[in-house]
């Protein structure tokens, strides 16, 4: 079964402090692993699509990086502005089109 | 260019009453998939569409039915609403298959 699993569920930062969140799936047949970002009370935000081991991308304060069982959200001196829910999300053979999403993690950055 | 439209924001229904969430897109997507959002749960699929006259079921199905008439619009329908079916739904489109998929805003919905 194609799973999806997000660490931690919830992180705490001040300003400026790095850090890392962790993606971790079990598919069949990965075809692309998506980052979100989602605020309350609105849908998620489309960040990145990685599509093979190795592969980095980068926007802003925040960089994605994929292995074969992994995927890092890594956050470079985060503001407040970055406070949000980052949710992870594959595509997989087997499901088609559609995307399996992993629960989240949700970032506190304070000031 | 309004992206993906979903109305009604907000509705509250009664147990056993039916109504259509609608989805529309104007960026001519293909794919457009209906989704379910409930704490702790994550994000969990209903159904999907990879075209016009095209879907199939995702993980929870049960309950709801679609139809994808025109590349714009894919609407959800409840049949006969349970208390169960309380919770967030986003209607999302990508234009090609492992694309970004682009979500609406969602539609919070309570049955009582």
């Known amino acids: 079964e194609d799973q999806v699993t997000q660490s931690p569920e919830a992180l705490r930062l001040q300003e400026g402090e790095s850090s890392s969140l962790n993606c971790s799936y079990t598919?069949?047949?990965?075809?692309?692993l998506f980052w979100y970002r989602q605020d309350p009370g609105k849908g998620p935000e489309f960040l990145f699509t990685?599509?093979?081991a190795g592969e980095e991308k980068e926007k802003e304060r925040l960089k994605a990086t994929l292995t074969k069982k992994e995927s890092f959200l890594h956050i470079t001196a985060p503001k407040p502005e970055d406070s949000a829910t980052y949710l992870c999300?594959?595509?997989?053979?087997?499901?088609?089109?559609?995307?399996?999403f992993g629960k989240g993690t949700t970032l506190s950055v304070s000031s | 260019n309004a992206g993906v439209t979903q109305t009604p924001k907000f509705q509250v229904l009664k147990t056993g009453q039916s109504m259509t969430l609608q989805c529309a897109q104007d960026?001519?997507?293909?794919?457009m998939s209906w989704y379910r959002q409930d704490p702790g749960m994550g994000l969990r699929l209903i159904h999907y569409?990879?075209?016009?006259?095209?879907?199939d079921q995702g993980e929870v199905p049960n309950g709801y039915n679609v139809s994808r008439s025109t590349t714009e619009d894919f609407p959800l329908r409840l049949l006969s609403a349970a208390p169960s079916q309380t919770s967030v739904y986003f209607c999302?489109?990508?234009?090609?298959?492992?694309?970004?998929?682009?979500f609406g805003s969602g539609t919070r919905l309570t049955v009582v």
């Open positions: 598919v069949s047949g990965l075809r692309g």
């Open positions: 999300a594959v595509q997989a053979g087997q499901a088609g089109t559609a995307l399996i």
């Open positions: 999302a489109s990508s234009r090609e298959v492992n694309y970004g998929y682009t």
């Open positions: 960026m001519n997507h293909e794919y």
């Open positions: 569409s990879v075209g016009a006259g095209i879907t």
């Open positions: 990685l599509y093979s």
